[in-house]
């Protein structure tokens, strides 16, 4: 799948159309890469299905790519870090340099989503995970100072650990084990 420009070695991540993996059943799927440090490949996912429309980002840093994936979709699920957090815990400025080449900062989710047109976002895969660190309100307050900021309207949920949702982001319970 990866374009003929993308390379280990870079650009992990060149700009892109979404490319349709499958068609079953009435679902289609659809990726593209983004960029996750050195990482590579790395993807997002679309699942269309005639219901709703909901994109996975995978770890990712800021991506037109993902944008473009995500376009109308109705749900999108997409991964966080604080890098304020990771700051004021004295991260070594190497591993800062990756964090910010390999994740998307809490801040700027809100405007992933309004730049795609999508009304709900899932907070997922969140950095730090301990909600010792950051629990999940506060998660939620990140991403509305971000919203704000971004002009973003949308829902926007940090849900805990094991939360299951239905194809519209609206909660359903939890996962049993």
Known sequence: MPSAAASPLGPTAPPM????????????????????????????????TPDASIVFSGDTALSPNLVALARDADVMVHEAVSFA?????????TLMAHMKSSHTDIGDVA??????????VILSHLGPGDPRSIDNAQWEALARAGAAKAGYRGTIVAPPDLARFDLHG???GRVSR
């Open 111 to 120: 405007g992933v989503a309004k730049a795609a047109g999508v009304p709900t």
């Open 85 to 93: 957090y990771f700051e004021s815990e004295g991260i070594t400025p």
């Open 170 to 172: 609206r909660r359903i």
């Open 17 to 48: 159309a979404p490319v349709t993996i499958t068609r079953i059943n009435g679902i289609t799927v659809t990726a593209t890469l983004v960029p996750h440090g050195i990482c590579f490949p790395s993807y997002a996912f679309r699942f269309d």
